[in-house]
């Protein structure tokens, strides 16, 4: 399988640090390392995970639980397994998995990964659920396997994280095969309002260096879809009531691969608090060709946060559609996109807040770079992106009463003149005669100091223009 789009230097890394200004220098020990303190080469104090984690495989018989390959159900109810205990399945194939009423500790979650190998789910039903559960880590860093949990078919879904789940981590999977989602993860509002809006946030959704391909729904279908608007009366056993889908605060998807989805690649709505998606290859996206569900990235109605260092690459609809608020959209490369690189509209957002699309590559594009469609948005900005091949309007403002300012794009009808080090490999990377180089407008107030490979943004006399930055010898 062709994992990787980009060229073989292409390093893909994991921002664990706190939110920096444009002006003010990251300050680490170092800029790359291992972060996960579950990993045998963990190293403190790193700005960005470089994905050289090793872990040391485990053997069934260190395991505190294993469970049986025929046996699908696994209750901490009825099992009272302590804290901090390792759950196991096999290697081989099994059947699908529920877990059910593990509650761990931010210090000290439930682990459930693989043993003696690769475990395989094969089964015409969900692959793995996680219900009723907290602070929990599903993972498949049991083996030398890049992927040592591998579900290959699922109905509806390959995995799914519900009915109240929350603090959980979903790494290092390989899905595919399910008929709808890859990763589901989402609580839905029920009639005796214990996981309503206001009574329960999902907190803590992690997903990342997993492979999600060939599935009919999306790759990731994270929180609701319905902020703006109540739950669906006919969706629930109680259509006399009127349910509020429940918020997310902390969400988390990075480093993912994500390719051939019938629906959108990577979905989220209602995350209302501390959002962010980055790091991600989504390619071919939305192969079912339905309007509403075929965007590389989907943020849905309710979610703020930031959109960063992501490939969005060949698919059928819009490689960003953003209807949430408060976004900042930046170091992203959109590519070969059958309709608008980056699609802006309103699904009521808080009032007052704004969309900052800043230093994105968007090239080969059928439609608009960008279709701005947000009348309830104020102080949006377009700045420092590169537009190349657009067959549409560049930027395409429906509405004078739309609040956009636009500085410092270069738009270009090829990439012939923009000097660029590699376009066959898709290394945009200026070079030291293009025109993008510290073309960009400093942004005051930030986060933006990563180009799409997190190298460090303002090298030289200014910031670049694009997705990628000069680096200065």
């Not at 073309?439 to 997705?467: P, T």
Request: with cysteine; glycine share 10%.
């Amino acid at each position: 399988m062709e994992k990787s789009i980009l060229f073989a230097a292409i390093i893909f890394l994991t921002c664990c640090g706190s939110p920096i200004s444009d002006d003010v220098t990251p300050t680490f020990s170092t800029l790359t390392g291992c972060t996960d303190s579950y990993a045998i080469n963990t190293v403190n104090d790193v700005a960005f995970s470089d994905n050289s984690c090793e872990y040391t495989p485990i053997s069934c018989e260190e395991c505190d639980f294993v469970l049986a390959a025929d046996k699908v159900i696994i209750d901490n109810d009825d099992l009272s397994l302590p804290i901090g205990s390792v759950i196991c399945l096999g290697s081989g194939v099994r059947r699908s998995v529920i877990i059910r009423n593990f509650h761990g500790t931010s210090e000290t979650p439930y682990i459930f990964t693989n043993c003696d190998g690769q475990s395989i789910v094969d089964e015409d039903l969900p692959g793995i659920k996680l219900h009723y559960s907290s602070h929990i880590r599903l993972t498949g860093t049991g083996s030398t396997d890049e992927y040592g949990i591998k579900v290959i078919q699922g109905r509806p879904f390959g995995v799914v994280a519900e009915l109240g789940t929350t603090d959980f981590e979903i790494d290092h999977l390989d899905i595919s095969g399910a008929t709808e989602v890859a990763i589901a993860a989402r609580t839905r509002p029920v009639c005796d309002g214990s996981t309503n809006k206001d009574t329960f946030t999902q907190r803590n959704t992690i997903i990342h260096h997993n492979y999600l391909h060939d599935v009919g729904g999306e790759g990731t279908y994270v929180g609701g879809s319905h902020w703006h608007s109540s739950f669906p009366a006919g969706a629930s056993d109680c259509p006399d009531q009127t349910l509020y889908e429940p918020e997310l605060k902390g969400v988390r998807i990075y480093n993912n691969i994500v390719e051939n989805t019938g629906k959108d690649g990577i979905q989220v709505g209602n995350g209302i608090e501390d959002c962010k998606i980055f790091n991600n290859i989504i390619t071919n996206y939305g192969l079912q060709n339905i309007t509403i569900h075929q965007a590389g990235i989907m943020v849905n109605p309710g979610t703020t946060g930031e959109i960063f260092s992501n490939v969005v690459k060949g698919g059928t609809g819009n490689g960003i559609f953003v209807n949430g608020f408060d976004n900042l959209i930046y170091s992203n490369l959109v590519i070969d996109c059958k309709k608008n690189a980056i699609h802006v509209g309103d699904r009521e957002p808080l009032p007052g807040k704004s969309y900052r699309i800043v230093n994105n590559s968007l090239i080969n594009i059928e439609g608009n770079a960008l279709y701005m469609n947000s009348k309830l948005s104020a102080n949006n900005i377009f700045y420092n992106n590169l537009m190349a091949n657009i067959q549409s309007d560049a930027i395409n403002k429906l509405g004078s009463d739309i609040d956009l300012d636009l500085s410092n794009n270069i738009i270009s009808s090829s990439l012939d003149n923009i000097a660029l080090e590699n376009i066959g490999q898709l290394n945009f990377t200026p070079t030291s005669t293009s025109p993008l180089l510290d073309s960009g407008r400093v942004i005051d107030r930030d986060q933006l100091f990563v180009d799409l490979l997190m190298r460090e943004r303002k090298s030289g006399e200014a910031i670049d223009v694009g997705a990628f930055e000069f680096q200065q010898e």
